[in-house]
């Protein structure tokens, strides 16, 4: 090893994976690589339990540029990884039931265009004409992600990231971080379970809805909390065109193919704080809102019927809806990366990319990630993103 500072990466899910990956695999970084992950098997990391998909549907330029690099590398994974991701591109189909919704359809689509989206507007009679079980009579205005949108082998991108980043010299502990010490302004050492120190140079915490607990004894409040979404597996007795999209209903429910079946989920109002422990589905959801809403927009599916179900938690950035990236001005050397606010998964390459460059540079280099920095909050120059799902 070099002089190069050993780093400790609290969290070893996709964010903290993907960080590791491409420190040891594309940067060739000399110093010491530890993870700590406490379940290895990520049977409750959001990593495993999201809907895996990727758009360049965002409001904010900077999640739109994420989403473009998120597109290239899934479609040259099998050069950069060794393996196909299963990337598929049916795009999502964002709809709009009112004059204001599809005011802010024609202004998101102005950025995400400028930004590298190839995002199309599509109107009432355009919908109908590619997708014709598709009920639109209520609709003013659909945006279509014709190329570059889809869903992807979640799993599949973290177990790559994972072997290939521990082939290349990175350790991962099973373990979880009880705390951080400082001394001089800067941290030292990582406190494993049980109590051990881990000395370090720098230190990304990438711990999720955990991340804001960690930190909270340093005097740092960020304002990540867990939120509940359940996903449900649903099958349709009656057929069902091939090629639907990934559609976002103005009710805010999402529906889209999974295997012979479908997979959908919605935002519940009211979306309190939910424990660590809380992964009990909500199964009323789906006679409540879903079944209603997607039997109104697709009547096919009036016969719907749920094969299965789980939760996972969001790890919400409540003042802006946006991730927290990048060294805290207080801690230089203290990184986080959370808050992603559904996003994680999808934004993980471009993310993990950008704070192994800064980890190993001091700067931003490939893609200017500091429009997330931990401290716009306190400053007040929130990034309020209003494409969240």
Not at 181 to 204: E, F, I, K, P
Not at 260 to 269: E, I, R, S
Not at 305 to 334: F, I, K, Q
Request: proline share 7%; with cysteine.
């Amino acid at each position: 090893m070099s002089g190069a500072p050993d780093i400790v990466i609290v969290g070893g899910a996709i964010t903290g994976s993907a960080t590791a990956w491409f420190l040891a695999c594309e940067q060739g970084y000399r110093g010491r690589i530890t993870v700590l992950e406490p379940d290895p098997t990520y049977a409750r990391a959001a990593t495993a339990l999201s809907a895996s998909g990727l758009r360049q549907q965002f409001s904010q330029p900077v999640n739109v540029a994420i989403g473009v690099f998120g597109r290239d590398f899934l479609r040259a994974a099998p050069e950069r990884l060794g393996q196909d991701l299963m990337f598929h591109e049916n795009g999502y189909l964002t709809l709009a039931a009112t004059e204001a919704g599809a005011d802010l359809l024609r202004a998101n689509h102005r950025v995400q265009t400028a930004h590298g989206g190839d995002i199309r507007l599509l109107e009432p009679d355009r919908i109908a004409a590619c997708w014709p079980h598709m009920n639109v009579a209520d609709i003013r205005l659909g945006a279509w992600g014709a190329t570059g949108e889809g869903w992807f082998d979640n799993m599949g991108l973290l177990s790559l990231f994972r072997t290939q980043a521990r082939a290349a010299g990175v350790t991962y502990l099973k373990d979880s971080a009880t705390g951080i010490t400082l001394r001089g302004g800067r941290a030292v050492s990582v406190t494993r379970d049980g109590g051990a120190a881990l000395d370090c140079g720098q230190v990304l915490v990438a711990a999720g809805a955990a991340s804001a607990a960690l930190l909270a004894p340093l005097g740092i409040d960020l304002p990540v909390r867990r939120r509940k979404r359940t996903n449900f597996l649903v099958t349709c007795p009656d057929p069902v065109p091939a090629g639907l999209p990934l559609i976002v209903d103005p009710s805010g429910t999402f529906v889209r193919p999974e295997g012979t079946g479908f997979l959908c989920g919605t935002a519940p109002d009211p979306d309190p704080d939910v424990a660590a422990d809380d992964f009990d589905p909500d199964w009323d959801q789906f006679e409540a809102a879903i079944w209603p809403a997607l039997a109104h927009r697709i009547p096919t599916f009036e016969r719907l019927r749920v094969a299965s179900g789980w939760a996972g938690h969001y790890d919400m950035c409540t003042a802006d809806a946006n991730a927290l990236v990048g060294p805290l001005a207080e801690v230089p050397n203290l990184y986080v990366a959370c808050g992603f606010s559904g996003h994680g998964l999808q934004q993980a390459p471009a993310v993990g990319r950008g704070l192994a460059e800064h980890l190993a540079t001091g700067t931003w280099q490939s893609l200017d990630l500091s429009p997330l920095r931990p401290d716009r909050i306190a400053a007040g120059d929130l990034l309020v993103e209003r494409n969240i799902i």
